[in-house]
Nanobody, 130 residues
Framework: QVQLVESGGGLVQAGDSLRLSCTAS????????VGWFRQAPGKEREFVAA????????CYADSVKGRFTISRDNAKNTGYLQMNSLKPEDTAVYYC???????????????????????WGQGTQVTVSS
């Protein structure tokens, strides 16, 4: 079992920046893929960004490409989502998630489906005012 603790959400104005953090309880975090999803009121949870366990390959939803950056610090068991140029439509609860390794092969993929992940954080609210 892996526990994920998110932090960094808050209320900001359009154009501002925030950095979300996600700290994992397991020291084998470096072997896990990391993803961020978000859910706005009345909408389904949607993919935001992901980073592979190996080589740090990244992928993004079109709506955040060029504004958000996902990264990881394996020494700290922590993943990050840097969010710049925030827009009101970015308002949502943001969830961190991790994917455990399957077998012993290196995994260079980043995964965009929520069903592909194993552990989820409790979510952190991001509110962007216009």
């Amino acid at each position: 079992q892996v526990q994920l603790v998110e932090s960094g959400g808050g209320l900001v104005q359009a154009g501002d920046s925030l950095r979300l953090s996600c700290t994992a309880s397991r020291r084998t975090f470096s072997t896990y893929g990391v993803g961020w999803f978000r859910q706005a009121p009345g909408k389904e949870r949607e993919f935001v960004a992901a980073i592979s366990s190996s080589a740090g390959n990244t992928c993004y939803a079109d709506s955040v490409k060029g504004r958000f950056t996902i990264s990881r610090d394996n020494a700290k068991n922590t993943g990050y989502l840097q969010m710049n140029s925030l827009k009101p439509e970015d308002t949502a609860v943001y969830y961190c998630t991790t994917r455990a390794p399957r077998g012993f092969s290196l995994d260079y993929r980043c995964y965009g489906g929520s069903h592909e992940y194993d552990y989820w954080g409790q979510g952190t609210q991001v509110t962007v005012s216009s």
